[in-house]
């Protein structure tokens, strides 16, 4: 696909929507969902994102693409680097690369050492089955949840879709080195009628797509703003106001499937 930009709105604030300093410098683009994850279009000018707050997102951003469930989605849809090189991910103690040769194709990487702690992956190689992959919680569910919001928070900020006042909470979590839990979904069925915040632009919506991500809003009954991330096979929820986990009663009535993360929120989910 062609590169090009869409900025989502033209004008510079030149106030970090982050850390809300106007006195940092702003010398990079801020690409709302990461390059590495298909988006070479959807991005922020300078002056919205300062360099100390991107610095510090690119710090929990590259373990989330490397080390996590989204870092084995990424590997599936064969993104490349911003480097052109072919996507790799160590996820639940087994590598996993794409191969050049080979569309669409994923390898792994069976070291012994590292297969021994994979009890669910060693026996289907032992067997001789084909196997899934098995969606563990791990420490990198952190960063997942950083990652999640910044997405939401850049998107929602740019369209002005929020209370500023509303995400401080969000924001602090984003830029603090405590090691805190924020909670998210992994939604199994992806029933929902939402509307893509994409709509407007056919031709944005498209590009989405052919990317493998979509990106979704829903004021809930308590008021909260739930942000949605699709990508590849999966649907990602997090809550952008709080840790609140009212809205889940909400899902269960329709009874969609979901699991929980970090673990000590797995006793929220339902499957």
């Known amino acids: 696909m062609k590169s090009f930009s869409t900025n989502i709105k033209k004008e510079k604030p030149y106030k970090c929507i982050l850390c809300n300093s106007s006195n940092e410098y702003f010398t990079t683009i801020e690409h709302i ?4 994850l298909g988006n070479n279009f959807l991005t922020l000018d300078k002056g919205w994102v300062c360099d100390k707050c991107n610095n510090i ?29 072919q996507p790799k991910a160590t996820y639940n103690h087994i590598e996993w690369f794409s191969e050049k040769t080979k569309k669409n194709s994923i390898s792994i990487d069976l070291n012994k050492k590292k297969l021994n702690k994979n009890p669910f992956i060693k026996y289907f190689v032992e067997n001789n089955t084909k196997a899934f992959i098995q969606l563990a919680h791990n420490k990198f569910d952190i960063d997942i949840s950083k990652l999640l919001l910044k997405i939401g928070i850049e998107m929602t900020c740019s369209l002005s879709l929020n209370n500023s006042d509303n995400i401080d909470n969000a924001k602090k979590f984003i830029l603090n080195n405590e090691n805190e839990s924020w909670p998210f979904l992994l939604i199994q069925d992806k029933g929902f009628q939402m509307k893509s915040l994409f709509g407007p632009s056919k031709f944005i919506h498209s590009h989405a797509l052919a990317s493998n991500f979509d990106i979704f809003i829903y004021e809930n009954q308590t008021d909260e703003l739930i942000f949605f991330f699709s990508y590849g096979y999966f649907l990602y929820a997090i809550n952008l106001y709080s840790k609140n986990l009212n809205w889940l009663e909400e899902l269960k009535n329709d009874n969609f499937k979901f699991v929980a993360f970090p673990i000590e929120f797995s006793k929220f989910s339902n499957t």
């Open 33 to 36: 969902v990461p390059h590495s």
């Open 57 to 85: 997102c690119s710090g929990f951003e590259s373990r989330a693409l490397n080390n996590s469930s989204l870092s084995f989605q990424k590997v599936l849809m064969g993104h490349k680097t911003k480097k052109g090189k």
